[in-house]
């Protein structure tokens, strides 16, 4: 084998274990507990088939015009099939990284949050957070409690994509985000009004995204929770929502 060709190698099956089997000894002697580990692991895999799923679904639109009908025709059909598999790989992947973490359960039944679950809602509602508003002092410091209620309102598959969510809700209401945070968040003339102390945590756009998505379970799981009504009421209140 010549060098262009060792440049072109891909990784065979057993590096890639070998490359899993090192990040996780690397996890586990920084403290993650190696089914966390494996769970994020497993999710980044599965990202990966259905991104490389999307990106080749756009090449059916792509085929060489001059090479004729046939030839089209062909590129189609060849894509599809491709995409077609990538998908139920990807598919397999999710369910596989789901079903096998330390909460595990059906893919699609509701289960208790997991550790790697709630660290992964933590990443997803801060640096969101803080693209609207600045880090308060008065944030109550419920952030697990918080996020415990939100993620109970959905199953392990809702949870995995939770974060995509979660951009996508910000990204629609940015406009409404900004005003929320002007007007009852950090630095503002009610900054220190209780009712309204949840703004005051990066939580607030996991809550109101659950409100907005399924208010009743969310209602649900925060009285199961114990957390205060008032907290809730006064998020619901300075978003403009009915409460």
């Known amino acids: 084998m010549n060098t262009a060709d060792e440049g072109r190698q891909q990784l065979d099956a057993a590096s890639v274990l070998n490359a899993k089997s090192t990040l996780l000894q690397l996890l586990a002697r920084a403290g993650v507990y190696t089914g966390d580990a494996e769970e ?3 999710l980044v895999e599965a990202g990966a088939l259905a991104l490389a799923h999307t990106e080749i679904g756009g090449l059916r639109r792509s085929a060489p015009a001059e090479k004729g009908e046939p030839y089209a025709s062909g590129w189609s059909d060849g894509t599809l099939a491709v995409t077609e598999e990538l998908g139920a790989l990807a598919e397999r992947a999710l369910v596989q990284a789901v079903t096998s973490g330390p909460s595990a359960s059906a893919p699609d039944e509701r289960s208790p949050v997991g550790r790697a679950e709630m660290e992964r809602a933590k990443v997803a509602v801060t640096p969101l957070y803080l693209s609207f508003a600045d880090v308060s002092d008065l944030d109550p410091e419920v952030t697990e409690q918080v996020l415990g209620a939100v993620l109970r309102t959905m199953n392990p598959r809702q949870r995995a994509g939770y974060p995509g969510r979660l951009s996508e809700f910000a990204s629609a209401h940015q406009g409404h985000f900004e ?6 968040g ?5 900054a220190i009004h209780g009712r309204y102390s949840l703004v005051h945590s990066p939580t607030s756009v996991a809550v109101l995204e659950r409100l907005a998505a399924t208010p009743a379970e969310l209602r649900e799981e925060w009285d199961a929770a114990e957390l205060p009504p008032a907290w809730l009421d006064g998020l619901t209140t300075a978003w403009g929502s009915p409460a």
């Open 40 to 42: 994020l692991i497993g």
């Open 179 to 184: 005003r929320l945070y002007a007007e009852y």
């Open 186 to 190: 950090p630095g503002s003339a009610i």
